[in-house]
């Protein structure tokens, strides 16, 4: 008799996919693919190439479920390896294309409701139009909570390269905050 997947427990999740049992597989990917898919997008140049993240880290999930260790939420362990997915499949060529100086007017002045009149939606759409060094760096860091210390280690870059990217990523934002407010008034 095949298991219901909407009634599954995680821990029953777990275990099914451990003994490789596809409607197991299938509750995992439904309670959390679109959440993944979130996350892959936020690495990705374009919707293909995230669906093509996603797919490949459930393929990595799957595949190493045994070595789950319940040390943090399934959620969590999902996360890092879409991340770590996400990243490999990323070129380091990003980084090598942009350039390093930091512009002096860095800081600039922006109207705090600028912020309060975007949807979490249209910061999203802005990150995405950030370039892709740019983007991975504000995201790790912004977003994920990776330390410039981790994102070197991960994107084999320096500290110092995930710092300066991080600056440009938030003046890139400011700009385009800046060109909103303009806009608006």
Avoid at 66 to 83: G, P
Avoid at 122 to 147: C, D, H, M, R, T
Wanted: hydrophobic letters at 40%; proline letters at 2%.
């Amino acid at each position: 008799m095949p298991l219901n997947p909407i009634v599954l427990t995680e821990k029953e999740i777990i275990e099914g996919c451990r003994a490789n049992k596809s409607t197991a597989q299938k509750a995992l990917f439904l309670k959390y693919g679109s959440v993944m898919l979130t996350v892959c997008r936020r690495y990705a140049r374009h919707q293909m190439e995230a669906e093509d993240f996603l797919q490949d880290g459930f393929i990595k999930v799957f595949k190493y479920i045994h070595q789950f260790k319940e040390e943090s939420t399934l959620q969590t362990w999902i996360r890092r390896i879409m991340i770590n997915n996400a990243l490999k499949h990323i070129s380091k060529s990003a980084f090598k294309k942009e350039l390093i100086g930091i512009e002096d007017n860095y800081d600039q002045n922006i109207d705090s409701g600028t912020y309060a009149k975007l949807s979490a939606e249209e910061i999203l759409k802005l990150i995405e139009e950030l370039p892709q060094g740019y983007k991975i760096v504000f995201n790790l860091y912004a977003i994920e909570g990776y330390s410039h210390k981790e994102i070197a280690e991960k994107l084999d870059i320096g500290e110092s390269t995930s710092r300066s990217q991080l600056l440009k990523a938030r003046r890139m934002l400011q700009e385009k905050f800046i060109e909103l407010q303009k806009i608006a008034v």
